[in-house]
C-alpha cells in the first residue's frame, strides 16, 4: 500500500532487502538495514536505536549531500549492499564495504547513498594500454594472458590507497600542523608538511581531472559481494570479493578498487549478470520469427 499509485520502474532484491525505483528518480528501499543497505538510518534519530535495524515499510533512499538531477538508469543488489545507476553515469552505492564490493577503498560500510563515480569510471586507455601499465606497475607474471598482480603489489596498493584517503579526508591535518609548527615536540617537520600539503593537491586535482575525462557506467550487476560494471569504452570493471575467482582476474584476492577484467572487455554489446559468487558476460542474441519458425518445423518433421 505505501507504493500505491506509484509509477514503479524497476526493482532489485538483495539477501533481506528490496529496492524499488519510481520514476523521477526516486529510490524506495525496505527490509534489513544493519549495514546501511537501505542508505537511510532513520532508526539512528531513535533515544534508543534497535540491535537490528530495519524497515518493515518503504523509505526513501538518503543520498549525501544530494542526488544527481534525471532518471534512475538501473539498481542492482548485493547481499548486503545497494548499487545506483544515474541516465548521466553517476554511480552512488551504500551498504556493506567490508568486502570492499563497493569500491570504497577504505573498507568501511556506507550509511548513506555514496558517489562512487570518479573510482568506477577513471578508466579512459585501451585494454592493450591498460593490460601493458598494469604488467609495468604491478609486476605482473606477462606469461599469462591475464595480468595476475602478486600479493606483494597488492599490498603496496592497499598502502597507497589508504595514503591517498588520509590526504582527501583529513582536512584536520593541516590546521594541526599550522598550530604546532613551531612547536620543538611537533611530530613532523616544516618540509615534510609542506609536501604533504602539494601531494594532497596534486591527488585532488588529478581525481578532478579523472572525473572529466572519465568514461561512463552503462551497467552494473551485483554478486553477494562484489560489484561489475560496464564502461562506455568497452572496459568492463569489477571490485570486491574473489575468493572463489568471482572478479575474473586471475587470483582470489580481495579488490578495494574496480580493476579491468580483461576476459570480458572491448565485446561490443557485451551484458553483465551475476551469481552469489560469480559473473558471467554474454551477448544477447535475438531469434527472428522466421528462424524461430523454421526451427518448430524441423523438431516436428
Not at 514503479?8 to 523521477?24: D, K, L
Not at 538518503?62 to 538501473?74: K, M, N, T
Not at 586471475?250 to 570480458?264: L, Q, T
Amino acid at each position: 500500500a505505501a507504493l500505491a499509485g506509484k509509477e514503479i520502474v524497476s526493482i532489485a532484491c538483495g539477501s533481506e532487502h528490496s529496492v524499488a525505483v519510481e520514476r523521477g528518480g526516486v529510490v524506495w528501499v525496505w527490509g534489513r538495514n544493519i549495514h546501511g543497505q537501505l542508505g537511510n538510518m532513520a532508526h539512528q534519530l531513535h533515544y534508543r536505536p534497535p540491535d537490528f535495524p530495519k524497515e518493515a515499510t518503504p523509505v526513501k533512499m538518503v543520498f549525501d549531500p544530494l542526488p544527481p538531477p534525471g532518471e534512475v538508469r538501473q539498481v542492482a543488489c548485493g547481499r548486503d549492499h545497494t548499487v545506483v545507476l544515474f541516465e548521466d553515469g553517476q554511480v552512488w552505492g551504500c551498504g556493506h564495504n567490508f568486502r570492499f564490493q563497493l569500491g570504497i577503498e577504505h573498507g568501511q560500510n556506507a550509511y548513506y547513498a555514496t558517489c562512487m563515480s570518479s573510482v568506477w569510471a577513471k578508466y579512459t586507455k585501451t585494454q592493450p594500454q591498460l593490460r601493458q601499465e598494469e604488467e609495468e606497475r604491478l609486476g605482473c607474471d606477462k606469461r599469462n594472458e591475464i595480468p595476475v598482480m602478486s600479493v606483494e603489489a597488492y599490498s603496496r596498493r592497499v598502502e597507497a590507497g589508504q595514503r591517498r584517503l588520509l590526504l582527501r579526508y583529513d582536512r584536520r591535518e593541516r590546521e594541526l600542523a599550522e598550530g604546532l609548527r613551531n612547536n620543538e615536540d611537533c611530530w613532523s617537520t616544516s618540509s615534510e608538511l609542506d609536501e604533504e600539503r602539494v601531494e594532497r593537491e596534486e591527488e585532488e586535482a588529478r581525481l578532478q581531472q579523472e572525473v572529466r575525462d572519465s568514461a561512463r557506467v552503462l551497467e552494473i550487476a551485483c554478486g553477494e559481494m562484489h560489484t561489475v560494471a560496464l564502461l562506455s569504452n568497452g572496459l568492463v570493471v569489477a571490485c570486491g570479493s574473489g575468493e572463489n575467482g568471482q572478479l575474473g582476474i586471475g587470483h582470489d584476492i580481495d579488490m578495494n578498487f574496480p580493476v579491468s577484467v580483461p576476459a570480458m572487455s572491448e565485446r561490443a554489446g557485451v551484458r553483465l549478470v551475476c551469481s552469489s559468487s560469480s559473473t558471467f558476460a554474454y551477448l544477447p542474441v535475438t531469434v527472428s520469427p522466421v528462424a524461430r519458425e523454421e526451427e518448430g518445423d524441423s523438431k516436428t518433421g
